[in-house]
């Protein structure tokens, strides 16, 4: 899938953190940090070079919310489900984001779709509030 003219050992290392990490949603740091745990060293300058180009390419799909400068990337993994299918929640106290697969808000959307005429980008609708844990932590 990778389509770039020429890959480097960093480029190899960044994209294989992506797709072992294909189920959770990652920040540059997140991916530095881990990176750097195996003992790879690649600059945060050329983290997000690449993971543009990636999105550019439909290789990774990244997530961000008004407000936050803090954006977050995930694998585009044919093998799971495409977040077309699905919705998003992020919590607003820790920034964690979650895919959301709710059949009565999959039902809300066909809804909208069907009485007021207007397509839902579920990969752009983020639910933003409290996760249980904040809750439960009293950080909401």
Known sequence: MISHKYVTRQRKDIL??????????LSVDDILRMLSDEGCAVGKATVYRFLDKLVQDGEVRRFTSDGSAVAL????????DDCTEHFHIKGSACG??????????K??????RREHGFEVD?????FYGICRECLRNGRG
């Open 16 to 25: 294989r953190c992506l797709r072992q990490n294909r189920d959770r949603h």
């Open 73 to 80: 990337y995930q694998y585009n993994s044919c093998e799971q």
């Open 96 to 105: 964690k984001l979650e895919h959301l697969d709710c059949e009565r808000v």
């Open 107 to 112: 039902r809300f959307f066909a809804h909208v």
């Open 122 to 126: 579920v990969r752009r609708t983020v």
